[in-house]
């Protein structure tokens, strides 16, 4: 099984999706100014939606990629039930070339080798509009909690990810932490205790 088999399947074995959102993007959203409050956002990686269908229900316009059409189908699914509009696309967002600009861009929990990283921003960066955010959320680990096939430089420091965003013209960083925590972990609402990566870039002009 490769790694999108994998995900499809992990995503069509479920009948409870996870459809709720990052604390981490609820408070930022919730911490910007009135001015600045909503606008067009994609979600990168969206999993079953939990981070755009909450965007959305707060007056964001909403674009969800993922590469498991079942995760697909249910951001789909919830968002009719909801009566909310969601651009969808199922694929590869390495591959993917939309020649729109957005106004928040969110990478979570999607760990990719330092060269996919590196070609990730490249594609998507020039994507953020002037004054734009991007958060990337993800999992930092070390030799003793990393899982036998995975690479280390897939899971790196804030700081790391940070120097690579900072890179790209006009980016500011605006938070960069690594904080120990409790993380749900699947649908049976199981924990375990980990580290979350979390950066926050701003890309200045007008």
Known sequence: MNHHEYWEHYYRQHANPWTEPDEAVVQWAQQRPHSEKTGKAIDLGAGEGGNSIWLAENGWQVTSVEMASSA???????????????????????????????????LSYIHFSPADRKALFHTWMPRLAAGGVWMYLGFWKDRDTLPEWADPEEFPHASQIASEMQMHENMVVLEASDTRKCIPVDHDQRYFEGSITKVIVKKEGF
């Open 72 to 106: 697909i189908e249910v951001i789909e699914r919830e968002s009719e039930r909801r009566k909310l509009s969601i651009q969808t696309f199922a694929g590869d967002m390495r591959k993917l070339d939309l020649r729109a600009s957005f106004d928040f861009i969110l």
